[in-house]
């Protein structure tokens, strides 16, 4: 996620290609689970937001894939970010002390995933997450000084415990979405530690990815540190 410092998410490259979990043409292979919700967004109150929000992205994935020519979502996405400028996109790598499994879980699971997913300072207040590929995602945080940032998106393709792949739009407080973007994610297992690698393009010019780059590197540092305090507590009993 662009805005302040570049929020990502609610949400890779390593030394394979970041996206190859497209060219496998996984799309729809894998579904992986029911969708859930954030505990802040369990409120009756919020039933419309869920709506809007599943209905518009909805909506958008119909687009995509038209835009694509009547082709997989994904493979649109992998298009826009391999053929593009390659200036404007980036890759974060992370080597996490934790089980590739547990990291998935970090990303799949609302609870877990709130915990790190937005940069110093900000906090996740609503967000859904229908973690399947097709499924709708939408996160509501505040900034420190009570500026709200809307974003939304797509699962395009979900590989568990492998990789991620998902679309991302700004919404602004009329529902106008911007240009969307690619975020892969790969997990690759190294014994009982985990590689992360996070890409996301492409951006409209320099400041918004570097905008996104340093948002989402505070988030990864954030995960390390919560799966370091999940350990402890582990070890703790």
């Known amino acids: 996620p662009a805005g ?12 394979r290609t970041p996206l190859d979990v497209i060219q496998r043409d996984l799309v729809h292979r ?3 689970g029911a969708g859930a919700c954030f505990d802040g967004h369990v409120a009756e109150g919020h039933a419309t937001f869920h709506r809007q929000a599943t209905d518009g992205a909805a909506g958008k994935f119909d687009g995509i894939a038209g835009a694509a020519g009547g082709t997989d979502p994904a493979d649109h996405c992998q298009r826009n970010v391999l053929g ?7 890759t974060l790598v992370r080597y996490l002390d934790a089980p590739r499994e547990k990291v998935f879980r970090m990303w799949r699971e609302p609870q877990l995933f709130r915990a790190w997913s937005a940069p110093a300072g900000f906090r996740v207040s609503v967000g859904t997450s229908d973690f399947r590929p097709g499924g709708a995602w939408h996160c509501h945080m505040v900034a420190p000084d009570g500026t709200a940032h809307r974003a939304g998106g797509l699962y395009l393709d979900i590989l568990a415990p492998e990789s991620i792949v998902m679309s991302h739009s700004w919404e602004d407080a009329n529902g106008q979405r911007s240009p969307e973007t690619c975020l892969s994610v790969s997990l690759d297992a190294l014994g ?8 996301q393009g492409l951006f409209a010019d320099e400041a918004e990815r570097d905008g996104h780059q340093a948002g989402w590197s505070e988030c990864l540092d954030a995960l390390a540190d919560q799966l370091h305090a999940l350990a402890a507590q582990e070890r703790s009993g």
Do not use: V, W
């Open 192 to 199: 009982e530690r985990t590689r992360l690698s996070l890409h």
């Open 84 to 90: 593009g400028d390659t200036g404007l996109q980036f």
């Open 4 to 15: 302040h410092r570049g929020l990502p998410l609610l949400c890779g490259r390593c030394e």
């Open 30 to 32: 894998h579904q992986t």
